[in-house]
């Protein structure tokens, strides 16, 4: 029996179940392979001639040096294709945006509180963490998302933690941001009370704490849903990515946040073996044997093995022959 025929549904099976997938997510520990098979899933799309965008908000340039071909900056039609647009996100931008866009907020906010004070500090204490920079690029993808001029989008390196925190939290601040818009709107009502002109005051704070909520309530809409969202694991046969995959799955499941499946990537295959293959080939057929075993214990979800390729995959021609794999019956 071959390995393949210990999966029970697989991609291509998860798929017929799941015909209307719109937003696809790989996942996994770095070097795994999520940027070659979000290549592959996404050409797959678009060979079925579904309009598709290959997006990736990773700062490193990897769709550009997969695909051998600029696609930095803007969506851009993937040379030789009619319905493969990639896109790697300018993040520098994003975040000068998110900045700009801070820096406004907070100083209408001073003035408008007549607080003493520079704005810059808060700009600064608001922006000079991590967490921002992954924020700003959650914004982007869920701004290509809601802008939906495409019918099949693939994110390479899903903003897993990202995603989970924002998702998780999108409750905290829904209730936060609507104390905030309470409070907002006692102080509004206070203060048309106290001036004689009853004309109602815009208040760009209010607007965008709502905006804020709305965009997040509409993306955890959509994120949730199974019907149009998958996140996929990848792993390998080896300790460290099988751990970071069960670890990845557990936060999923707790946040109600749809799994695709995992993917096993560059399992050598011992029938692409000749007689009489070097001991270090054969240890390490052994080693991913047995962690083969371990993912089958832990997983009940493998939806495809893809194996170990003799060179790396570059260019559409191995995207397709990765497809084959990915997408095999
Ligand atoms: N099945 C495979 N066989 C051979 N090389 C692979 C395979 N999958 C990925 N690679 C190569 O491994 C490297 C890492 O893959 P990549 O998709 O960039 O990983 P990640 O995005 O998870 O960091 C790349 O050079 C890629 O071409
Ligand atoms: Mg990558």
Not at 57 to 64: A, F, K, R, W, Y
């Amino acid at each position: 029996m071959s390995v393949h025929d210990r999966i029970e549904k697989s991609t291509r099976d998860f798929l017929t179940e799941h015909p209307g997938l719109k937003y696809s997510f790989f996942g996994g520990k770095g070097g795994v392979g999520k940027t070659v098979l979000a290549g592959a899933a996404a050409l797959w799309y678009a060979r079925q001639g579904k309009r598709t965008l290959l997006a990736s908000t990773n700062p490193v340039h990897s769709l550009t040096g997969m695909l051998g071909q600029d696609v930095f900056g803007k969506p851009t039609l993937v040379e030789g294709e009619s319905n493969f647009w990639a896109y790697e996100i300018d993040t520098k931008d994003t975040i000068e945006e998110s900045k700009r866009e801070i820096r406004e907020k907070i100083e209408w906010f001073l003035k408008y509180a007549d607080i003493k004070a520079r704005a810059e500090e808060f700009v600064e204490s608001a922006t000079m963490n991590p967490a921002f920079e992954e924020s700003a690029m959650f914004e982007n993808m869920i701004d290509l998302m809601f802008e939906d001029e495409y019918e099949v989008y693939v994110f390479d390196t899903a903003p897993t933690a990202n995603a989970r925190r924002l998702l998780g939290m999108s409750d905290v601040y829904s209730m936060w941001v609507n104390k905030m818009v309470q409070s907002r709107e006692e102080a509004q009502s206070l203060k048309e009370l106290l001036s004689y002109s009853k004309k109602k005051e815009k208040d760009p704070l209010m607007d965008y704490l709502l905006t804020f909520r709305d965009r997040m309530q509409h993306a955890k809409e959509l994120l949730t849903d199974e019907s149009l969202t998958a996140f996929f694991f990848v792993t390998l046969p080896e300790a460290l990515p099988i751990a970071v995959v069960q670890r990845f799955l557990t936060w999923f499941e707790e946040f109600g946040i749809p799994v695709g499946g995992v993917v096993v990537n560059m399992r050598i295959d011992p029938a692409d073996l000749g007689e009489n293959p070097p001991e270090f080939v054969r240890n390490r057929i052994e080693m991913q044997r047995e962690y083969m075993e371990e993912i089958w214990k832990r997983f009940d979800n493998v939806r495809a093995i893809v194996p170990l390729f003799q060179n790396q995959v570059q260019g559409t021609p191995m995207l397709e022959q990765t497809a084959r794999h990915l997408f095999s019956a």
